[in-house]
């Protein structure tokens, strides 16, 4: 076929000009892109998850009320369940409803991802013994401790097969809807003190548990400001005298970047609220943050947290130990936690003021 000279002209022109541009590689370009879309997502799904996670209580008595109130045909159910979340025993029996699947859930891969949460053990740990971990500080709501301590698989059971840590928190937690039965499933248990002896007594069941407490307690999360180290633990002494009766070794526990996961509103003493906090707190035992997160969402803000274990406190059992014997085994361990924050804040927090005690 004859191709007319003025074609042939401009199809030359053509090749030699294109001997002259650069060659764009559409398919690297569109994988750049998708790479671009996917890293998104899966940011906007591990972000989504961990503000699931650390407002589940929250979102377990919206779901329950709204069921109950939207639903007529579920009320009578939910009645029952909330009377079955009141006098349900298993919080109190030092056994619960542990779920160990729980520390399969893909939600920790994503608290892993957002948190990357870190565990520094100053000495080994021997699953065939069993000790009183004191975790600090509270924080917001102890999120550190959860991982911890919970059925997770990012804390201590997972470093050392073997060993069961049963949290503890305060026994109004087995009574919000939903959220109560997530708690017994990761392994936790009421803090009162019958539960915990039945927790660290072989007698009450076959397993050979250790506690994990956070000491504090709700007086200790009102000064969960960013940058501090207030702790509220002079006055606390229960865990130790628990621990000599059962001949448990105590170990101290500090948490990095716990009082980072949230921003408290401030709350001096005397402004007003501080006195809306001390009024819930000594009304019902546990308190009313106010504080915020990333957004609306209460998305928590994202910091690397680092748990520092400290060397276990060898602890001479005692079935009725007197005032100055805990007081002996508490000096030590005050001891044993300042020197543990010291050593490790330069590494870990550097910009932190140092511990103190409050109370």
Known sequence: MDVPGGQRARWGSLTLASMWLPTVD???EWSARFARVSEFLQETLTTSMVTLWTTAPLLGVAVYIYLFVCVASLRAVLAIYLVFCIVDPRPYDGVGRRVPIIRRLP?????????QPKMVFEAPLDAQNKYVFGSHPHGVASYVSQLVGGCTGMGIE???PGLVVRGVTMPATFCIPLFRDYALAMGCLSCDRNSIRRILGDRHHSLHQSLLVVVGGAEESMLAHE?????VLLKRMGFVREAIR??????????FSENAIYKLVPNPPGSLVHRFEMAVRNAFGFTILLFHGRNLFFTPYRTKLVSVVGTPIPVRQNHDPSNEEVSHYHRIYVEELTRLYRKYKPKYAPAARDIQFVA
Do not use: E, K, R, T
């Open 26 to 28: 559409i398919s690297a």
């Open 107 to 115: 939600l920790w891969q994503h608290v892993g991802a957002y948190f």
């Open 158 to 160: 997972a470093h050392f």
């Open 227 to 231: 940058g501090s180290a207030d702790l």
């Open 246 to 255: 059962a001949g448990c070794d105590l170990v101290p526990i500090y948490n």
